[in-house]
């Protein structure tokens, strides 16, 4: 668990007292996925990331898709940051060592769960690299959400599952 800005990066934990809208809102009938095709989806999000580009990978976000990461929203709609408003033309950095596992999927509600390893950048400290589960709101084809929780550990540390 990430208990401080250190361990994760990012860290505005406080601000996730209730679930978000978009997360807890199961889509229509119409708008599901199978199994199969939200994982499908999900995972254009670590092959963008693994070569710094979601425009490259054509990554399907919906026009409103957002990230929170910690608690701290880091693209979409009401990102503070400069060039984040938009999730999939936003400026991100290759992680080509990144890996990635499904771990769950919610076909009902439309989350895919993934369970990624970012692999050693350089960019979180020597020898380090993030450890994320992050969770997907798929349906219609698109991603509309995505909320992570990591912490920065060793590149090398075991997800337990391999």
Known sequence: MTRTQKEGGLF????????????????????LMSRE???????????GLKIGSFVTVDAPFAPDAYRIENGARTAGPGCARAG??????????????????????????????????????????????????????VYG???HGVEAFMKILPATASSGWD
Not at 12 to 31: F, Y
């Open 12 to 31: 505005t934990i406080d601000k996730l007292d209730v679930a978000g809208a978009v997360m807890s809102t199961p889509p229509t009938e119409s708008q």
């Open 37 to 47: 095709d939200a994982i499908k989806v999900a995972e254009h999000y670590p092959a």
């Open 84 to 137: 984040c408003e938009n999730i999939k033309t936003q400026k991100i950095i290759a992680h080509p060592a990144i890996t990635s596992h499904v771990v769950a999927v919610d076909e009902e509600h439309g989350v895919v769960l993934l369970r990624m390893n970012f692999g050693d950048t350089g960019s979180y400290g020597p020898g380090n690299s993030l450890h994320v589960f992050e969770a997907f709101k």
């Open 141 to 143: 084809g698109q991603i």
